[in-house]
């Protein structure tokens, strides 16, 4: 079939969605109690690479304390490993055993 003028022309409309981008997966960061960090360097090291209020860092330093482990933030994986890196040789340079690490929340 030719098209001639004055035919209208039918044209099929294809509808492209977009594909939907899935969120990277999160990682939780979790500071582990030990006997032997002091409970001010823990609270430093939470105000200082966590940016946490005082009150903040108190609070998440007794959970710790009390339940062996709390979760201090959830990042992107880049970012979370970043986090437990600085925290390990923050406490590697002051000599303390403070652990740090990382789960996909």
Partial sequence: MTNRPGDREEVELGVKTKPRTKRPPMYKVLLLNDD???MEFVVHVLERLFSM???QAIEIMLTVHRKGVAVVGVFS???????VAQVM???RRQQHP???TMEKE
Avoid: D, N, S
């Avoid at 994986?77 to 986090?83: F, G």
């Fill in 77 to 83: 994986h880049e970012i979370a490993e970043t986090k």
């Fill in 98 to 100: 403070l652990q740090c």
């Fill in 36 to 38: 032997f960090t002091p």
């Fill in 89 to 91: 040789e923050l406490a």
């Fill in 53 to 55: 209020t005082h009150a």
